[in-house]
T-cell receptor, first 116, second 112 residues
Framework: AQSVTQLGSHVSVSEGALVLLRCNYS??????LFWYVQYPNQGLQLLLK??????LVKGINGFEAEFKKSETSFHLTKPSAHMSDAAEYFC??????????????FGQGTTLQVKP | DAGVTQSPTHLIKTRGQQVTLRCSPK?????VSWYQQALGQGPQFIFQ???????QRGNFPDRFSGHQFPNYSSELNVNALLLGDSALYLC???????????FGPGTRLLVL
């Protein structure tokens, strides 16, 4: 079964520093990969998605992610962290197979702390 | 353009009771999915509704059931509540054939 692993449950960076949140998926190539952000006491907001059109995907708020098939990774980056980026980040995949369309499998999440 | 809305925002129930949560999809969307997010964890897929039928189901017991109405809104019902059902319940909607799902703010359920 498809699975998602987010390495590091907590990541702390200084304001202005590079943000790198790691996501690895199980070996069968998923058709779609997503990053969502969740602010305290809110639902999930889509940051970006990979749909095989391009390996480097740009999202909202300056985030981007690169799909690397050889590493089965879809890491999220942002060149310069802002205080408002502090939140919970989730990587998610849609399992391969038409019967799984619309079903998202999430990682455990990474809490991003941004220090002034 | 209204996004996904859910009601109520918070709910407190006792063990053994039944609960109904409601979701209105984003305008133009026809497919609704429900997820359970326990504290400190990622969301877990419960089921998905399209054309008023359950199309996919995750690893949840039959105590969890749902419904979709002709206007595409949806309900999640949970019977015989357990303490472990305490969680944030998220509704997500999409247009059939389009993978991107949009999430509502969730309903936080506390079972005492």
């Amino acid at each position: 079964a498809q699975s998602v692993t987010q390495l590091g449950s907590h990541v702390s960076v200084s304001e202005g520093a590079l943000v790198l949140l790691r996501c690895n998926y199980s070996s069968s190539v998923p058709p779609y990969l997503f990053w969502y952000v969740q602010y305290p006491n809110q639902g999930l907001q889509l940051l970006l998605k990979y749909t095989s059109a391009a390996t480097l995907v740009k999202g909202i708020n300056g985030f981007e992610a690169e799909f690397k098939k050889s590493e089965t990774s879809f890491h999220l980056t942002k060149p310069s962290a802002h205080m408002s980026d502090a939140a919970e980040y989730f990587c998610a995949v849609t399992p391969a197979g038409s019967s799984n369309t619309g079903k998202l499998i999430f990682g455990q999440g990474t809490t991003l702390q941004v220090k002034p | 353009d209204a996004g996904v809305t859910q009601s109520p925002t918070h709910l407190i129930k006792t063990r053994g009771q039944q609960v109904t949560l409601r979701c209105s999809p984003k305008s133009g969307h026809d497919t609704v999915s429900w997820y359970q997010q326990a504290l400190g964890q990622g969301p877990q897929f419960i089921f998905q509704y399209y054309e008023e039928e359950e199309r996919q189901r995750g690893n949840f017991p039959d105590r969890f059931s749902g419904h979709q109405f002709p206007n595409y809104s949806s309900e999640l019902n949970v019977n015989a509540l357990l303490l472990g059902d305490s969680a944030l319940y998220l509704c997500a909607s999409r247009l059939q054939g389009v993978e991107t799902q949009y999430f509502g703010p969730g309903t936080r359920l506390l079972v005492l």
